[in-house]
C-alpha cells in the first residue's frame, strides 16, 4: 500500500518555484534593472504632454509627419516629454519630446512594403524635438484616418527587471535549462509597454546598429501589441525604441514576433 505520508512528505520538501527563484535572483543581481510602467488615462492632453496617440507638438514651420511611401499623415504613438520622466530618468534622451510616428495606411500595405519590422524604415520616424512654447503650433485633431483615442501618460510604476537567457550568455551568464525556464515563468523580460528595462525579445536579441558610428543602440521605450496602442505588430508581436548613446539624433523602432 502507498505511503500517504511519504507523499506529503516528499511535496513539503520540493523547493517551491518562490524559494527558487530566491536563490536565481542573486545570479541575475548584477544585470537587475529598473523598469518603468506608464500609468494611462484615454483623454485629450496638451501638445506637449506624455501620450500614446493623439496631438503631438509640431512647430508652426512644420506639417504633421507624412509616410515617405504612401505620403499620407503617419499615427502617433508616443510621445515623452522629458520633463514628465521619472525623476532619475530625466536626461535619457536628451531634452525635449521623444516622438514616434508609425504609418497605419492599410491601403498602401506600407507596414510591409516599407518593411517596418526593421530599423530606419520610411514609414516610421523617432526623433527628439525641443520647440520653445511659443512656436508649437499643433492642429486641434489628428490628421490621420481611423486615428487611434489617445492615451495620455500620468504617472510611472517602477519594477525590476531582468535580461533573458540569450542575452545573459552575451553578458557572461549561462544558466540551466531548469533556470532558464524559472526566468521564463516568471515573465522576465517584462512584457507590455514600458520605459527601459530589458527588452522583451519575441525572437533573437536584435538591437540595431547605429548607422554613424555601428554601436548597438540601447533600449529606450518598449510597445507592445495591443497594450496602451489598440494595434498588433504581425502576430502579436513587440517593439522597442532604440538610441544610440553617443549619436542622440539616430533613433529607431523595429520589432520581431513569433
Request: a negative charge.
Given at each position: 500500500?502507498?505511503?500517504?505520508?511519504?507523499?506529503?512528505?516528499?511535496?513539503?520538501?520540493?523547493?517551491?518555484?518562490?524559494?527558487?527563484?530566491?536563490?536565481?535572483?542573486?545570479?541575475?543581481?548584477?544585470?537587475?534593472?529598473?523598469?518603468?510602467?506608464?500609468?494611462?488615462?484615454?483623454?485629450?492632453?496638451?501638445?506637449?504632454?506624455?501620450?500614446?496617440?493623439?496631438?503631438?507638438?509640431?512647430?508652426?514651420?512644420?506639417?504633421?509627419?507624412?509616410?515617405?511611401?504612401?505620403?499620407?499623415?503617419?499615427?502617433?504613438?508616443?510621445?515623452?516629454?522629458?520633463?514628465?520622466?521619472?525623476?532619475?530618468?530625466?536626461n535619457l534622451f536628451g531634452e525635449g519630446m521623444l516622438q514616434v510616428f508609425y504609418c497605419t495606411n492599410w491601403d498602401k500595405e506600407c507596414e510591409v512594403n516599407c518593411e517596418a519590422f526593421f530599423p530606419f524604415s520610411k514609414?516610421?520616424?523617432?526623433?527628439?524635438?525641443?520647440?520653445?512654447?511659443?512656436?508649437?503650433?499643433?492642429?486641434?485633431?489628428?490628421?490621420?484616418?481611423?486615428?487611434?483615442?489617445?492615451?495620455?501618460?500620468?504617472?510611472?510604476?517602477?519594477?525590476?527587471?531582468?535580461?533573458?537567457?540569450?542575452?545573459?550568455?552575451?553578458?557572461?551568464?549561462?544558466?540551466?535549462?531548469?533556470?532558464?525556464?524559472?526566468?521564463?515563468?516568471?515573465?522576465?523580460?517584462?512584457?507590455?509597454?514600458?520605459?527601459?528595462?530589458?527588452?522583451?525579445?519575441?525572437?533573437?536579441?536584435?538591437?540595431?546598429?547605429?548607422?554613424?558610428?555601428?554601436?548597438?543602440?540601447?533600449?529606450?521605450?518598449?510597445?507592445?501589441?495591443?497594450?496602451?496602442?489598440?494595434?498588433?505588430?504581425?502576430?502579436?508581436?513587440?517593439?522597442?525604441?532604440?538610441?544610440?548613446?553617443?549619436?542622440?539624433?539616430?533613433?529607431?523602432?523595429?520589432?520581431?514576433?513569433?
Amino acid at each position: 500500500m502507498m505511503n500517504i505520508f511519504n507523499i506529503f512528505k516528499k511535496k513539503e520538501s520540493e523547493s517551491s518555484p518562490k524559494e527558487n527563484w530566491e536563490s536565481l535572483k542573486p545570479i541575475l543581481e548584477s544585470h537587475r534593472r529598473v523598469a518603468w510602467f506608464p500609468n494611462t488615462l484615454e483623454k485629450a492632453s496638451n501638445p506637449t504632454s506624455s501620450k500614446f496617440s493623439g496631438v503631438p507638438a509640431i512647430s508652426r514651420d512644420e506639417k504633421w509627419p507624412c509616410c515617405s511611401n504612401c505620403n499620407e499623415p503617419m499615427q502617433l504613438f508616443l510621445q515623452l516629454n522629458s520633463q514628465e520622466l521619472p525623476a532619475t530618468e530625466k536626461n535619457l534622451f536628451g531634452e525635449g519630446m521623444l516622438q514616434v510616428f508609425y504609418c497605419t495606411n492599410w491601403d498602401k500595405e506600407c507596414e510591409v512594403n516599407c518593411e517596418a519590422f526593421f530599423p530606419f524604415s520610411k514609414s516610421t520616424l523617432v526623433r527628439v524635438v525641443d520647440y520653445k512654447s511659443e512656436v508649437i503650433a499643433s492642429p486641434d485633431l489628428s490628421p490621420v484616418k481611423d486615428a487611434f483615442p489617445e492615451r495620455q501618460i500620468i504617472g510611472w510604476e517602477s519594477k525590476e527587471d531582468y535580461p533573458n537567457w540569450e542575452e545573459l550568455e552575451n553578458l557572461g551568464v549561462t544558466l540551466t535549462n531548469a533556470q532558464s525556464d524559472l526566468l521564463c515563468d516568471m515573465e522576465y523580460p517584462l512584457p507590455k509597454d514600458k520605459l527601459l528595462g530589458w527588452p522583451y525579445w519575441v525572437q533573437g536579441v536584435e538591437y540595431p546598429d547605429c548607422p554613424e558610428c555601428g554601436t548597438p543602440m540601447k533600449l529606450i521605450f518598449q510597445i507592445d501589441s495591443e497594450d496602451n496602442l489598440p494595434y498588433m505588430f504581425g502576430d502579436v508581436g513587440c517593439s522597442h525604441i532604440t538610441q544610440c548613446e553617443s549619436h542622440k539624433d539616430k533613433l529607431a523602432i523595429a520589432w520581431a514576433c513569433s
